[in-house]
């Protein structure tokens, strides 16, 4: 068999592991009360949400690169929906804090997740506290877009997977806590310390719309 028929079978198998663990996920996720669908692709992602979310609604998007690999800021705009997102580049710093409040209180919150359990719980991490709020509670429809890089076996398991995706985090702000020499999380006492709240979701939470999009390829870190 030549070296390009091997690859492209593992490049198969790689499509149908993904499709396997992200579809055994949408149904631990719809048994805890989550509207969840499955998405081969990014570009399935992406229609998943644009199906989700109407012309001119406002959308928040906090810190998550999930969302921006997918297209969806872009297609977004396109539609004439308002985006509120702290990362802008444009943000003056003194707007901060009231962007930070409109991401959470937008029609849509739209977001990934740090990690997922097999069984249906979804993990975040935070500095500010503002992604896993908006996650929380809020009046609006909350939709999590997950990779399927993301999925863990159990809570243990995550709660290492949240601290390892910080490190992306770590090199990219300008703090330099400890995990940015070392490569891997020291639970430090550093003022630089990026993870500060955690939130566990269980479970859909009562009174509010939640979807999740569970992606069959590698979105995120
Ligand atoms: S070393 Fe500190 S900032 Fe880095 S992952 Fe661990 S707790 Fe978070």
């Not at 906090?62 to 690999?69: A, F, K, S, Y």
């Not at 802008?88 to 959470?104: A, C, G, T, V, W």
């Not at 269980?202 to 995120?220: C, D, F, Q």
Request: one cysteine or more; aromatic letters at 4%; hydrophobic letters at 40%.
């Amino acid at each position: 068999m030549s070296d390009v028929s091997n690859l492209e079978k593992l490049n198969e198998a790689r499509v149908k592991t993904g499709a396997i663990v992200a579809q055994a996920v949408v149904k631990a996720l719809q048994a805890k009360g989550y509207e969840a669908v499955f998405a081969a692709t990014k570009e399935d992602a992406l229609a998943e949400v644009l199906k989700l979310i109407p012309e001119g609604a406002s959308v928040g998007v906090p810190g998550t690169v999930t969302i921006r690999e997918i297209g969806a800021m872009e297609k977004l705009a396109e539609r004439g929906c308002t985006i509120y997102e702290h990362w802008s580049p444009n943000i003056k710093p003194e707007d901060r804090m009231q962007i930070l409040e409109n991401e959470n209180r937008a029609d849509y919150f739209l977001t990934s997740a740090n990690a997922v359990t097999r069984d249906g719980k979804i993990l975040n991490i935070d500095g500010n506290g503002n992604r896993v709020s908006g996650m929380a509670w809020g009046r609006n429809t909350l939709i999590f877009v997950i990779g399927v890089n993301k999925v863990v076996a159990d809570l243990e398991a995550g709660f290492q997977r949240v601290h390892a995706a910080t490190l992306p985090n770590a090199l990219r702000l300008s703090g330099n806590p400890p995990c940015a020499q070392t490569g891997y999380c020291v639970d430090c006492d550093s003022p630089a310390r990026i993870c500060r709240a955690l939130l566990i979701l269980e479970r859909a939470v009562s009174g509010r719309k939640t979807h999740v999009i569970m992606v069959g390829e590698n979105l995120g870190y």
